[in-house]
């Protein structure tokens, strides 16, 4: 009995050592990796050099592009997430009622979501918002004068990130998904009792999608420190580096310029970033999140 | 007459909802259908009108474009796109499987501590490992070719479809499984002929994100192919773009129809296991 358990253990092991593998060569590994070279001088060219914390202390007091790019991830974080978020319940809301045609409008709002932060996006982004693009042309109807999207430093962090706030789709379906499953009879009493559609919503609604809140809010702030694409194609980061992003900064360093260590300390400083924001998340996630069975996605 | 009062409110609180609908769905569908109208439209058209429909419809921008920046067409980042998508979604598909099928139906040492592990590496964000990730890939050789994205799939390295196939196959039924035990099949068979068919709309959901994704990626490319040889379509579009700097837009706009298509077909075509698919995961975006 016990030697058939025992081979049954084994060939559930085998079946998971693939991943297991996986894990340890193409995450472990390089995860414990850029922290060491982030103490190191690596153009890898030479093998690397430690220095301590000096990538450290040249990123805080002299690379100048550092706290642009922290401040613009920080900016971009604070537009999109909350603002995805709304128009994905907004919208998961309408289109949860029962209304004929509803599956075209879910398959409209969903469709610009697949192509994700794909340069065929990003393209068209730049083309909708240059000065003499369609935007614009759009706002002339009603006789507003053009705004330089993309060309003036103080709008273009928006205009990369409104691109974000378009694709919705996917935290939207997730919402659905969980506004189907709220039980009817809940609203049915709360309405017997003469609550207002406010009140249902604050008292009924948002505590049962706030375990789908707080999963999209982990994954969309975890998603939106990392963003590349979008602003590299947009706009290159310009102008005047205002839509300088961290994860271009790492990228130029690591690969214009080279500087292995220096990047890995950046991404380094990026992960713990990320890292508190999402503690702060999960934290907060005790007093606002609601699980029916006591037992949550984490 | 109170019932009456109502009934109107509620056609006028109807009507204004679809009107939003409409108007908030127009809004949302408009840049893609003016990117696929501005790939027929002539060069000069594209700018001058909001107009959906091509004064003339132009088709020479999809040819001029395809054949690009001279040495290689998009025929060539296309197809390179392909021979990079496909082993990456098959290999996908059959590791997260496996994978998945140990933690659903196994019990072993150490099952719990992996499982928190494949958890929490959901939430680990990829950047921190890419430098890492590339020092290691080079010292392999791997640098300048599709490598660098085909063997890791080998080893379910996306924790999302494991996951995900671990939570669809807890919801299948074991009776089946244990009457082909009693039948006298092992378990890789029960997997091959019983479970694995059993899971076949998850697995094609998996498919249709894993090719999309892999399909659109960017920043992948950027580091890891040098050779224009081996461009994929994100990094041929990059390439037209930076270098036509203002001169032939409607070829652009064809060549961004052209790297969609495949993504638009798929979503039309799988709809249903789209839906499912992330309902049951709650895939990024």
Not at chain 1, 128 to 140: A, D, H, P, T
Request: charged share 15%; with cysteine.
């Amino acid at each position: 009995m016990t030697a058939s358990l025992k081979r049954k253990d084994l060939v559930g092991l085998l079946y998971v050592l693939p991943w297991l593998i996986g894990f340890l060569v193409f995450k472990l590994y390089p995860f414990v990796m850029s922290l060491v070279y982030s103490f190191c001088d690596y153009s890898m060219l030479k093998p690397p050099r430690f220095v301590g914390l000096y990538n450290f202390i040249y990123m805080f007091t002299k690379d100048e592009l550092f706290p642009k790019a922290l401040f613009n991830t920080l900016k971009y974080v604070i537009i999109t997430v909350p603002l995805k978020i709304s128009f994905a319940l907004f919208v998961a809301i309408i289109l949860n009622m029962k209304l004929s045609g509803i599956n075209l409008f879910r398959t409209v709002y969903y469709l610009p979501s697949i192509f994700g932060g794909s340069v065929a996006i990003s393209i068209l982004w730049r083309f909708l918002f240059m000065k003499e693009g369609i935007v614009n042309k759009f706002l002339s109807l009603f006789g507003i004068e053009g705004i330089n999207w993309l060309g003036d430093p103080k709008i273009a962090i928006f205009s990369v990130s409104f691109l974000a706030v378009w694709q919705f789709g996917s935290s939207m379906v997730l919402f659905l998904a969980r506004l189907k499953e709220i039980p009817s009879e809940l609203y049915e009493a709360a309405l017997v009792d003469g609550a207002s559609r406010l009140k249902m919503f604050a008292k009924i609604t948002l505590p049962m999608i706030s375990p789908i809140m707080f999963f999209n809010l982990v994954m969309q702030t975890i998603n939106a420190f990392q963003e590349f694409t979008g602003p590299y194609i947009i706009t290159g980061g310009g102008p005047v580096n205002s839509t300088y992003l961290l994860s271009m900064l790492i990228y130029d360093n690591a690969f214009k310029y080279f500087r292995m260590g220096y990047a890995a300390a950046l991404s380094w400083v990026q992960f713990v970033i990320i890292l508190i924001f999402t503690a702060f998340i999960f934290r907060s996630s005790t007093y606002w999140t609601y699980y029916e069975y006591d037992e949550g996605r984490f | 007459m109170y019932s009456q009062n109502r009934k109107a409110k509620n056609t006028i609180s109807l009507l204004l909802t679809y009107a939003f609908l409409i108007l908030f769905g127009i809004f949302m569908i408009y840049p893609l259908l003016w990117v696929v109208s501005a790939a027929f439209k002539s060069n000069d058209e594209i700018f001058k009108s909001l107009s959906l429909i091509p004064q003339k419809i132009v088709t020479n921008a999809f040819i001029k474009g395809w054949y690009g920046t001279g040495q290689y067409t998009f025929g060539r980042f296309f197809i390179n796109n392909f021979i990079l998508v496909v082993p990456v979604v098959f290999f996908t598909i059959t590791s997260s499987t496996l994978v998945a099928y140990g933690f659903a139906r196994f019990n072993f040492p150490l099952k719990k501590l992996f499982f928190v592990i494949l958890i929490s590496t959901l939430m680990l964000p990829d950047s921190v490992n890419l430098i890492p990730r590339y020092i290691l890939f080079n010292a392999f050789g791997w640098v300048d070719s599709y490598k660098p994205f085909i063997i890791p799939s080998m080893f379910a390295s996306t924790p999302f479809f494991v996951f995900m196939m671990i939570q669809f196959m807890r919801g299948l039924p074991r009776e089946i499984e244990e009457a082909a035990i009693i039948d006298g099949c092992n378990s890789f068979q029960i997997l091959l002929r019983v479970t694995g068919p059993l899971c076949k709309t998850a697995m094609i959901s998996m498919g249709i994100f894993q090719f999309i994704w892999t399909w659109n990626d960017f920043l992948g490319p950027l580091i890891y192919i040098n050779s224009v040889e081996k461009y994929t379509i994100a990094l041929g579009l990059r390439m037209c773009v930076d270098s036509a700097a203002a001169i032939a837009w409607n070829q652009i706009m064809a060549m961004t129809v052209i790297a969609m298509l495949p993504c638009i077909i798929i979503f039309f075509a799988a709809q249903k296991y789209f839906v499912e698919g992330i309902a049951t995961s709650g895939i990024k975006g």
